[in-house]
C-alpha cells in the first residue's frame, strides 16, 4: 500500500515467524501509514501538536522505521526527535 507520499508498507515489515504473522504485521503497517497520512494533513490546523515522529518514538518504534511511516530521512527524524526533547527540559 502506497500512501499519498510514496511509502510503501512492505518497505517496513520486518522478518516474521509465520505468514499469517507477516500478513498481520503488513496489515498493520499498512493502518498506521493511513493513520500518520491523515494526521499529517491535519498538522497545519493544529500547530502546537505533539509531533508525529515524538508520539511513535513514544510508542517504541525506531527512528528508521519512523522515518519510512512519515516519508523522512532518518537524519532528520533524529533531529526533530533530538529537538523535542531539547524543548521539553530546556
Given at each position: 500500500m502506497?500512501?499519498?507520499?510514496?511509502?510503501?508498507?512492505?518497505?517496513?515489515?520486518?522478518?516474521?515467524?509465520?505468514?499469517?504473522?507477516?500478513?498481520?504485521?503488513?496489515?498493520?503497517?499498512?493502518?498506521?501509514?493511513?493513520?500518520?497520512d491523515?494526521?499529517?494533513?491535519?498538522?497545519?490546523?493544529?500547530?502546537?501538536?505533539?509531533?508525529?515522529?515524538?508520539?511513535?518514538?513514544?510508542?517504541?518504534?525506531?527512528?528508521?522505521?519512523?522515518?519510512?511511516?512519515?516519508?523522512?530521512?532518518?537524519?532528520?527524524?533524529?533531529?526533530?526527535?533530538?529537538?523535542?526533547?531539547?524543548?521539553?527540559?530546556?
Amino acid at each position: 500500500m502506497a500512501g499519498r507520499t510514496g511509502r510503501k508498507a512492505s518497505s517496513v515489515v520486518a522478518l516474521a515467524d509465520t505468514p499469517q504473522t507477516a500478513q498481520t504485521t503488513q496489515l498493520l503497517l499498512a493502518l498506521l501509514i493511513f493513520a500518520v497520512d491523515e494526521r499529517e494533513a491535519r498538522a497545519i490546523e493544529r500547530p502546537k501538536q505533539v509531533r508525529t515522529e515524538v508520539l511513535l518514538s513514544r510508542a517504541g518504534l525506531s527512528s528508521s522505521l519512523i522515518a519510512t511511516l512519515v516519508n523522512k530521512q532518518p537524519g532528520a527524524v533524529r533531529t526533530a526527535l533530538s529537538r523535542a526533547k531539547s524543548d521539553k527540559t530546556g
